[in-house]
């Protein structure tokens, strides 16, 4: 409780946001931008990251009077941006693990010659949003770090689990608002968009856990995962639930020996058909089958109509994309919506990797998945939770094409993760102990 005691004025202006958007629409693109300005006149670069990622959730809605936050995040990004260069020596020694990326985005604005020219511009505007996340994102939480210590992780957390309790108790005060084609979604645009928040939920959670053992207190982590457990269950989302528990399994065995770790992922690798194979049986045999919705299983809920429809159009551009969105652009068109419909498929490509293929052709997907995986490779000489987190992230992703947008409540949550696995000064054992004692 102490947390939210601490946080009582800037819980105030959240909801004074949310009821400037509800009622006001418009106005939310007045006192937004204003609340930001006014937080970093007094240096409060945690009330300023936070915002964001409260305004990221609230975006994923699909719900009417919550629309102005998928609008007033453009703004709020591009400010966190340039309140970021105009204070650069503030922001002390930056995190570079972005420089990675660089490879990518080259390639990536390459691609915008070859887009559809009424794309051309929102591929552009999705290219450099996705550019600044990965600018800001460790940058903003290295500053947050160094004022504000194990406060700003806890807070963080808070705020994660507080709009998944928000969306529990939307269950029984609006449930017409928390479910969607009668799966429970809470705050979020659709079931699978909350499962995918859950998981990345859990990996964020267990990261600080491990890296401030005693953070959070037994009371809780039972209030978080109880939340988290109920809203993963009412979701129905397999892909989030498998992911979690793809985790939670190599978690164990890489605190072993990072190596016994590796080999067992390795066996998963080339056992993974023979398991898929089986999997009907196996849930049908545990009483899960109707749960867990088997009899999708074998067409993926229909994804494979999508994967196979954007490999038809990959074929027309291996190795240069068409820019950021084209997949959208491409999924969304109304002939190919008809199309899809007409084989039981409704949404974009279900899959990182071939949107981003589409995107950004084979050369983008591969420059970014080295920049990816090059980077759990790096940290994890130093947390034994880097290969499950990626293990996980890579499962995930191989079903959903959150990783392939930047202005969602996912990608950042990623971003936040690999920002922590890779700040140098939060491993460091006197900084460390130094800011247990805060």
Known sequence: MEVLKANRSFIFTLIIWSLSGIYGHYLAFAVVPLTLLAFKSRNMYMEMFLGFIFILILSDSLLDSLSWAGQVKYEYIVLLYLLMILSRKSFGKLNLFYQRFIPFFIVAFICLFNSPADNVILSFEKTLSYLFLLLIVPNYMMRCHRDYGTEFYRTLVYLCVGMVIYGIIAKYVHPSQAYRENRFCGIFGNPNGLGVFLTLLVLLISVISDIYPGIFSRREKIVFYISIILSLVWSDSRNSLFAILIFIFFSYFHKLSTFLGFIIFIVFLFSYPLVIANLPAILNSLGLGSYLRVNTLEDASGRFVAWYFAIDHIKQSIFIGKGFDYTNYLFMSPANVKYLSALGHQGNAHNSYLTLWL?????GLLTYLWALISTFFKVA??????????????????????LTASLNPFTILLFVILSMLTNEEIFAPKAQAALLVQ
Do not use: Q
Not at 359 to 363: E, F, V
Not at 381 to 399: D, E, I, Q
């Open 381 to 402: 000489k130093r947390s034994n939770l880097a290969f499950p987190v990626m293990y996980a992230v890579l499962f995930s992703t191989f079903f959903e094409s959150w």
């Open 359 to 363: 995107d950004t052709g084979l050369i």
